[in-house]
Protein backbone atom coordinates (compact mmCIF):
# COMPACT_ATOMS: atom_id res chain seq x y z
CA UNK A 1 0.00 0.00 0.00
CA UNK A 2 1.00 3.66 -0.82
CA UNK A 3 1.52 6.27 1.82
CA UNK A 4 -1.75 7.72 0.77
CA UNK A 5 -3.54 4.52 0.69
CA UNK A 6 -2.75 4.10 4.56
CA UNK A 7 -3.92 7.81 5.06
CA UNK A 8 -7.48 6.78 3.27
CA UNK A 9 -7.32 3.45 5.83
CA UNK A 10 -6.84 6.14 8.86
CA UNK A 11 -9.60 8.40 7.78
CA UNK A 12 -12.18 5.81 7.11
CA UNK A 13 -11.85 4.06 10.24
CA UNK A 14 -10.77 7.25 12.45
CA UNK A 15 -13.89 6.18 14.58
CA UNK A 16 -12.57 3.02 15.53
CA UNK A 17 -9.39 4.24 16.90
CA UNK A 18 -11.22 7.22 18.52
CA UNK A 19 -13.89 4.85 19.93
CA UNK A 20 -10.87 2.33 21.52
CA UNK A 21 -8.95 4.99 22.80
CA UNK A 22 -11.93 6.49 24.81
CA UNK A 23 -12.68 3.02 25.98
CA UNK A 24 -9.11 2.48 27.20
CA UNK A 25 -8.93 5.60 28.96
CA UNK A 26 -11.56 5.10 30.38
CA UNK A 27 -11.04 1.87 31.32
CA UNK A 28 -7.78 3.36 32.76
CA UNK A 29 -9.75 6.12 34.72
CA UNK A 30 -11.87 3.24 36.07
CA UNK A 31 -8.98 1.49 37.72
CA UNK A 32 -7.77 4.96 39.21
CA UNK A 33 -10.51 5.38 41.04
CA UNK A 34 -11.20 1.79 42.32
CA UNK A 35 -7.41 1.21 43.52
CA UNK A 36 -6.68 2.02 46.95
CA UNK A 37 -4.02 4.90 47.48
CA UNK A 38 -0.74 4.07 48.80
CA UNK A 39 1.54 6.13 50.09
CA UNK A 40 5.42 5.90 50.87
CA UNK A 41 7.76 7.72 52.65
CA UNK A 42 11.64 7.64 52.52
CA UNK A 43 14.36 8.48 54.81
CA UNK A 44 18.10 8.85 54.00
CA UNK A 45 20.96 7.54 55.97
CA UNK A 46 24.26 8.52 55.64
CA UNK A 47 27.27 5.68 57.13
CA UNK A 48 30.32 6.58 56.75
CA UNK A 49 34.06 5.39 58.00
CA UNK A 50 35.87 7.27 60.54
CA UNK A 51 38.78 7.48 58.07
CA UNK A 52 38.34 7.50 54.03
CA UNK A 53 40.72 4.54 53.07
CA UNK A 54 40.47 2.54 49.85
CA UNK A 55 40.27 -0.51 51.91
CA UNK A 56 37.69 0.51 54.35
CA UNK A 57 35.80 2.31 52.21
CA UNK A 58 35.40 -1.24 50.21
CA UNK A 59 34.68 -3.07 53.44
CA UNK A 60 32.12 -0.24 53.83
CA UNK A 61 30.19 -0.65 50.95
CA UNK A 62 29.97 -4.68 51.62
CA UNK A 63 28.25 -3.97 54.97
CA UNK A 64 25.99 -1.58 53.43
CA UNK A 65 24.23 -4.62 51.89
CA UNK A 66 24.16 -6.43 54.78
CA UNK A 67 22.72 -3.39 56.88
CA UNK A 68 19.85 -3.46 53.78
CA UNK A 69 19.20 -7.07 54.80
CA UNK A 70 18.74 -6.58 57.96
CA UNK A 71 16.77 -3.61 57.63
CA UNK A 72 14.27 -5.79 55.61
CA UNK A 73 13.97 -8.68 58.05
CA UNK A 74 11.38 -9.67 59.51
CA UNK A 75 13.60 -9.11 63.19
CA UNK A 76 13.68 -5.52 62.42
CA UNK A 77 9.89 -5.38 61.25
CA UNK A 78 8.93 -7.30 64.79
CA UNK A 79 11.59 -4.19 66.59
CA UNK A 80 9.77 -1.69 65.62
CA UNK A 81 5.94 -3.27 65.84
CA UNK A 82 7.13 -3.39 69.52
CA UNK A 83 8.73 0.13 69.65
CA UNK A 84 5.85 1.84 68.36
CA UNK A 85 3.04 -0.59 69.78
CA UNK A 86 1.69 -1.83 67.39
CA UNK A 87 0.62 -5.19 68.91
CA UNK A 88 -2.14 -5.63 66.09
CA UNK A 89 0.07 -5.31 63.14
CA UNK A 90 2.34 -8.99 62.28
CA UNK A 91 5.83 -8.93 61.66
CA UNK A 92 5.41 -9.97 58.63
CA UNK A 93 2.81 -8.31 57.25
CA UNK A 94 4.86 -4.88 58.55
CA UNK A 95 7.97 -6.25 56.84
CA UNK A 96 6.40 -6.35 53.80
CA UNK A 97 5.62 -2.92 53.84
CA UNK A 98 9.52 -1.76 54.67
CA UNK A 99 11.90 -1.43 51.80
CA UNK A 100 15.73 -0.56 51.80
CA UNK A 101 18.06 0.28 48.97
CA UNK A 102 22.36 0.80 48.90
CA UNK A 103 23.55 4.00 47.46
CA UNK A 104 27.31 2.45 47.79
CA UNK A 105 28.80 5.36 46.06
CA UNK A 106 27.92 8.09 47.94
CA UNK A 107 27.62 5.90 51.10
CA UNK A 108 23.99 5.62 51.94
CA UNK A 109 21.04 3.45 52.87
CA UNK A 110 17.49 4.70 51.96
CA UNK A 111 14.89 3.43 53.60
CA UNK A 112 11.28 3.65 52.23
CA UNK A 113 8.23 2.79 53.83
CA UNK A 114 4.66 2.24 51.99
CA UNK A 115 1.07 2.30 53.11
CA UNK A 116 -2.58 3.68 52.62
CA UNK A 117 -2.00 5.72 55.98
CA UNK A 118 0.69 8.28 54.97
CA UNK A 119 1.53 9.00 58.33
CA UNK A 120 1.74 5.59 59.81
CA UNK A 121 4.12 4.87 57.16
CA UNK A 122 6.27 8.18 58.42
CA UNK A 123 5.90 6.52 61.72
CA UNK A 124 7.32 3.55 60.57
CA UNK A 125 10.20 4.87 58.38
CA UNK A 126 11.62 6.68 61.15
CA UNK A 127 11.04 3.90 63.82
CA UNK A 128 13.11 1.78 61.51
CA UNK A 129 15.60 4.42 60.43
CA UNK A 130 16.25 5.41 64.34
CA UNK A 131 17.01 1.99 65.47
CA UNK A 132 19.11 1.16 62.29
CA UNK A 133 21.18 4.20 63.36
CA UNK A 134 21.04 2.78 66.94
CA UNK A 135 22.53 -0.40 65.54
CA UNK A 136 25.46 1.09 63.85
CA UNK A 137 26.61 3.01 67.20
CA UNK A 138 26.24 0.56 69.18
CA UNK A 139 28.20 -1.86 67.16
CA UNK A 140 30.73 1.30 66.63
CA UNK A 141 31.55 1.17 70.41
CA UNK A 142 32.86 -2.52 70.45
CA UNK A 143 35.29 -1.17 67.71
CA UNK A 144 38.53 0.50 67.67
CA UNK A 145 38.08 4.44 67.08
CA UNK A 146 39.92 4.34 63.66
CA UNK A 147 37.52 1.68 62.32
CA UNK A 148 34.23 2.95 63.39
CA UNK A 149 31.51 3.92 61.65
CA UNK A 150 28.76 6.49 61.70
CA UNK A 151 25.08 6.57 60.80
CA UNK A 152 23.15 9.90 60.51
CA UNK A 153 19.90 10.90 59.32
CA UNK A 154 19.95 13.06 56.82
CA UNK A 155 16.73 16.25 56.38
CA UNK A 156 15.65 15.69 59.55
CA UNK A 157 14.66 11.75 59.49
CA UNK A 158 11.69 10.02 57.38
CA UNK A 159 10.09 12.72 55.16
CA UNK A 160 6.07 13.16 54.61
CA UNK A 161 4.52 10.20 52.86
CA UNK A 162 3.39 11.01 49.16
CA UNK A 163 1.50 9.41 47.38
CA UNK A 164 3.09 6.56 44.69
CA UNK A 165 0.23 4.55 43.82
CA UNK A 166 -2.00 4.47 41.21
CA UNK A 167 0.29 6.79 39.57
CA UNK A 168 -2.43 8.55 37.53
CA UNK A 169 -0.44 10.32 34.79
CA UNK A 170 1.30 6.47 33.70
CA UNK A 171 -1.87 4.78 33.52
CA UNK A 172 -3.56 7.28 31.81
CA UNK A 173 -0.66 7.58 29.57
CA UNK A 174 -0.84 3.91 28.98
CA UNK A 175 -4.29 3.70 28.42
CA UNK A 176 -4.32 6.55 25.91
CA UNK A 177 -1.28 4.55 24.33
CA UNK A 178 -2.41 1.06 24.23
CA UNK A 179 -6.07 2.32 22.88
CA UNK A 180 -4.78 4.22 19.93
CA UNK A 181 -2.73 0.92 19.02
CA UNK A 182 -5.17 -1.10 19.80
CA UNK A 183 -7.57 0.82 17.38
CA UNK A 184 -5.43 1.47 14.54
CA UNK A 185 -4.41 -2.37 14.65
CA UNK A 186 -8.13 -2.61 14.90
CA UNK A 187 -8.50 -0.55 11.77
CA UNK A 188 -6.07 -2.29 9.78
CA UNK A 189 -7.69 -5.59 10.00
CA UNK A 190 -11.38 -4.13 9.43
CA UNK A 191 -9.90 -2.77 6.20
CA UNK A 192 -7.88 -6.20 5.29
CA UNK A 193 -11.41 -7.82 5.42
CA UNK A 194 -13.95 -5.50 3.62
CA UNK A 195 -15.58 -7.06 1.04
CA UNK A 196 -14.26 -4.52 -1.94
CA UNK A 197 -10.55 -5.71 -2.13
CA UNK A 198 -10.17 -5.08 -5.43
CA UNK A 199 -10.94 -1.00 -5.50
CA UNK A 200 -8.85 0.28 -8.63
CA UNK A 201 -7.54 -1.03 -12.11
CA UNK A 202 -4.09 -0.36 -10.49
CA UNK A 203 -4.99 -3.15 -7.76
CA UNK A 204 -5.92 -5.53 -10.68
CA UNK A 205 -2.74 -4.95 -12.30
CA UNK A 206 -0.33 -5.04 -9.37
CA UNK A 207 -1.98 -8.03 -8.37
CA UNK A 208 -2.42 -10.29 -11.80
CA UNK A 209 0.72 -8.51 -13.57
CA UNK A 210 -1.80 -8.10 -16.24
CA UNK A 211 -2.55 -5.01 -18.17
CA UNK A 212 -6.08 -3.67 -17.70
CA UNK A 213 -7.47 -3.63 -21.22
CA UNK A 214 -11.35 -2.07 -19.77
CA UNK A 215 -13.38 -1.79 -17.25
CA UNK A 216 -17.16 -1.92 -15.92
CA UNK A 217 -18.45 0.91 -14.47
CA UNK A 218 -20.14 0.01 -10.66
CA UNK A 219 -24.39 1.09 -11.21
CA UNK A 220 -25.78 3.21 -8.65
CA UNK A 221 -28.88 1.38 -7.45
CA UNK A 222 -31.16 4.47 -7.90
CA UNK A 223 -29.88 4.73 -11.30
CA UNK A 224 -30.78 0.86 -11.81
CA UNK A 225 -33.87 1.59 -10.75
CA UNK A 226 -34.60 4.70 -13.22
CA UNK A 227 -33.36 2.29 -15.51
CA UNK A 228 -35.77 -0.22 -14.96
CA UNK A 229 -38.76 2.76 -14.72
CA UNK A 230 -37.73 3.30 -18.55
CA UNK A 231 -37.88 0.21 -20.02
CA UNK A 232 -40.99 -0.51 -18.37
CA UNK A 233 -42.22 2.64 -20.40
CA UNK A 234 -40.84 1.70 -23.50
CA UNK A 235 -42.35 -1.93 -23.68
CA UNK A 236 -44.66 -2.01 -26.68
CA UNK A 237 -48.35 -2.36 -26.75
CA UNK A 238 -48.37 -0.25 -23.72
Known sequence: MELWEYAEVLIRWSWVIILVTALCVA????LIKLQAPRYTSAVEITVVPARLELELSQTVI???RNHVSSIK?????????ERLGLWDVAPAVLQRKIDAEANEPDFKIVIEVTDQDPVFAQRVAQ???QLFVEDVQAFAL???????LTATMLNGGAQAAGQTWPRKKLLLFLGAGGGM???????????????ELVQSPEHVEAWMQLPVLGSIPAVHPSARARGSEVAKVAEPGE
Not at 182 to 190: D, H, Q, R, V
Request: a neutral charge; charged letters at 25%.
Open 127 to 129: ETA
Open 27 to 30: GALA
Open 142 to 148: RQDPLDR
Open 62 to 64: NLL
Open 181 to 195: MLGLLLALFMEWNRV
Open 73 to 81: SEGMARRVA
